[in-house]
């Protein structure tokens, strides 16, 4: 019978020990602040990435100029030594992603990577004075502009009216 007894008294420490457990993880949700809200993502500036590309790439580079507000640089990079690859990401109001990508790579890789999977349209749009081409289908929505030396793309998961928007604003120098 002792044996019993050891057993019992085991089994309500256990029961205790995992009740003491509960009562702390509650304890520590409760006062350890948390939010739900999407993380605050820090503006870049990005002035001289793109004073470097448009003095090394050999073509236009573009740039937005008179974005409203609401408009975040978020990322940018220049690489003269993959095809003059251009990228300048945005986080568009909403919270959506548009980047432009620029490059002197073989176009048909270049859309495919840039618009991740895009499929061009039928659908062709003049804006600010350049033709593109509407792709869908990939990961991103993206409008494609063809000349000037290189490819043009603005991708991503904003709307059809935001990539319209940045593409408006693009200034090539």
Known sequence: MAGSNGKQKT???MILSLGLIGIAAAVIYVFIPHDDSAPDIKTVDYRVELLTARRAASYPVAAPEGLPAGW???SVRFRADESDAWHLGFQAPGGEYVQIEQSTQ????????ASQGGEATK?????????WTRYTGGRYDALVHQGDGA????AGTGSPAQLTEMAKSLKMA
């Open 123 to 131: 659908q062709t749009e003049e804006i600010a004075g350049r033709t």
């Open 72 to 74: 975040k640089a978020t």
């Open 151 to 154: 490819t043009t793309v603005v």
């Open 106 to 113: 073989k176009p048909s890789e270049f859309i495919d990577e």
């Open 11 to 13: 089994v309500r420490d």
